[in-house]
């Protein structure tokens, strides 16, 4: 397209760059983290959100910790990983991503015991890297994929972002998208702005225009008239956590646009990485539902929406059943139902660790 990639999260040898999610549209601006603490709390702050961008950034987290540790020797490097690993685990409980990248890093760093300790930081900094351009690869291929279910004149229907700010760059959902559109499909983007943190408005539409695909900004109770109006034909989102039965956990509003779309007769579809999919959790009911400050509900930017002292809830998830589900696109192809057969027939190819 003319424009350099969005990098969400790098390595820079000392310290983990993110672009800061929480400033956009408003201000592009760089995080460089150089301590664990400053990792976890830009995951658990939302300056970086999305299940594979948290996860790439907490293997950097463990790299980093691994960097500090390593003028103090072995055991010290060891020490430091073990901490980072239980540190950043805590920071956001429903993407399995998080847990993923902090098990490679774990493995990674016992394979290397005995190398020393500029030897094991080392090796955990390239497995790290290793991890973003794997996220990559996956994402260009989930768009390769995906892009053959959308057709010229298809207005598709997004919520949340799982565009390039949700990974490492390109996007999983989002990058279905882009995928089509750089294959030349005449496609129409609608937005959700999904509440309460608008990613949709505050990122996707961002994203979006960066890319030159046309799009239209809806709030979230729009999406049914927008579909009663035969507008929107396809729906893509992406997925936190995805159960070994097919049941996916999403931004929170997922489950009622996949309820509308059952009742609009309009496909449903999940893109997400192999490594979304949690296959010791059998179904949507065992996933953990993270609940964020009411506040974020209250308030915007830290301005009154609601009355002093209104009480107020905040599931940052919802858990869409397998059954209102058509297809889940990853980088091994489009799964469509029965998904947990579907599902366990790619499952060697994600246990070999070739997914992000």
């Excluded at 390595?11 to 408003?26: E, F, K, R």
């Excluded at 805590?90 to 190398?115: D, H, I, Y």
């Excluded at 490492?168 to 030349?184: N, Q």
């Excluded at 990853?330 to 994600?350: F, H, K």
């Amino acid at each position: 397209m003319g424009k350099p990639e969005i990098k969400t999260v790098e390595w820079h040898g000392d310290s983990v760059w993110l672009i800061d999610q929480t400033l956009l549209p408003a201000q592009l601006a760089i995080v460089k983290c150089r301590t664990v603490v400053q990792v976890a709390h830009a995951i658990k702050s939302m300056q970086v959100r999305g299940a594979p961008a948290i996860g790439v950034t907490a293997a950097m987290g463990v790299a980093l910790a691994a960097h500090l540790a390593s003028p103090d020797g072995e055991a010290a490097v060891h020490t430091a990983v073990d901490a980072a690993c239980r540190e950043l685990g805590v920071t956001r409980p429903t993407a399995v991503n998080l847990f993923w990248g902090l098990e490679r890093m774990r493995s990674t760093a016992e394979e290397l015991r005995g190398a020393g300790g500029a030897a094991v930081a080392a090796g955990l900094a390239a497995a790290a890297e290793q991890l973003a351009a794997e996220d990559e690869a996956t994402c260009r291929a989930m768009g390769r994929h995906g892009a053959a279910l959308l057709t010229d004149g298809d207005g598709v229907l997004t919520h949340c972002n799982a565009g390039a700010l949700a990974a490492v760059t390109y996007g999983t959902a989002l990058g279905v998208v882009r995928a089509a559109h750089e294959a030349g499909r005449d496609i129409h983007v609608w937005v959700d702005e999904t509440r309460p943190f608008l990613q949709g408005a505050r990122l996707t539409a961002w994203e979006l225009q960066q890319l030159g695909i046309d799009s239209t900004l809806i709030t979230d109770n729009m999406a049914a008239h927008f579909m009663s109006q035969g507008h929107i034909q396809k729906i893509v989102v992406g997925a936190d956590r995805i159960a070994a039965n097919g049941d996916v956990a999403n931004k929170i509003g997922t489950y009622a646009l996949a309820v509308l779309a059952a009742h609009h007769g309009i496909p449903f579809y999940v893109g997400a990485p192999l490594s979304t999919v949690d296959w010791e959790v059998p179904d949507g009911a065992a996933i953990p539902i993270e609940e964020r400050d009411p506040d974020e509900v209250t308030h915007l930017r830290g301005a009154p929406l609601a009355p002093d002292g209104m009480a107020a809830a905040h599931p940052a998830f919802d858990v869409t059943p397998h059954t209102l589900i058509s297809a889940i696109i990853t980088e091994a192809g489009v799964l469509r139902p029965p998904l947990a057969a579907s599902l366990a027939a790619v499952r060697p190819a994600a246990t070999a660790g070739s997914a992000t």
